[in-house]
């Protein structure tokens, strides 16, 4: 997937959830800043004193700092599995009406799955240099299969305009 969609997803995630975001980025600098003040700490104390407070920065950096990672990746996967979730369920609801219909004609001769995508029925996910990936969403929405089209193998298609339901492929 390219990155791009990393970046639009995630701004999705902000855009749903942006107090646990600031949240989250707030104690990041948080922690920065208590690392920062301990350093100070270490460097204003007497030789003797030095050394606890140096030996508390490392326990601190030893065992703080990864688990604090952990703790922010965890979190920060709850808020995309959630926003995608409830996007997907609202496109589920509409439709996908917000995903293009494609008509895909492969070169050479046609096979059943071909013929298929040459009825404009299947829907546009994402493309990207080598692939397109392609999605029925008529029938049966609770278990959508996604097709793999590879670029090198579509003699032509035809990207219909946004809005327009399958409603007349189901």
């Given amino acids: 997937i390219q990155r791009e969609y ?6 999705q995630v902000f855009k749903a959830h942006p107090f646990w ?4 980025l707030g104690s990041c600098a948080g922690l920065y800043f208590l690392i920062r ?13 030095g050394v606890i407070w140096l030996a508390r920065l490392r326990v601190l950096g030893f065992f703080g700092g990864p688990l604090y990672l952990l703790l922010l990746f965890i979190c920060c996967s709850w808020l ?8 997907f369920e ?5 439709g996908f009406l917000h995903y293009p219909r494609i008509k895909i004609w492969k ?5 059943a799955k071909a013929e298929v995508w040459a009825e404009g029925c299947y829907q546009l996910l994402l493309r990207d240099k080598d692939n397109l990936y392609i999605f029925l969403a008529a029938g049966n929405i609770d278990w959508m299969s996604t097709d793999i089209v590879p670029v ?12 327009r339901n399958v409603t007349e492929c189901r």
């Fill in 6 to 11: 990393f970046i639009m997803y995630g701004f």
């Fill in 21 to 24: 975001i600031l949240l989250c």
């Fill in 37 to 49: 003040f301990l350093w100070q700490q270490v460097q204003n104390r007497t030789a003797d004193q």
């Fill in 80 to 87: 995309g599995a959630g926003t995608g979730k409830a996007t």
């Fill in 90 to 94: 609202r496109e589920k609801a509409g």
């Fill in 107 to 111: 070169e050479g001769k046609a096979d």
């Fill in 152 to 163: 090198r193998k579509v003699d032509t298609m035809r990207v219909m305009p946004f809005g």
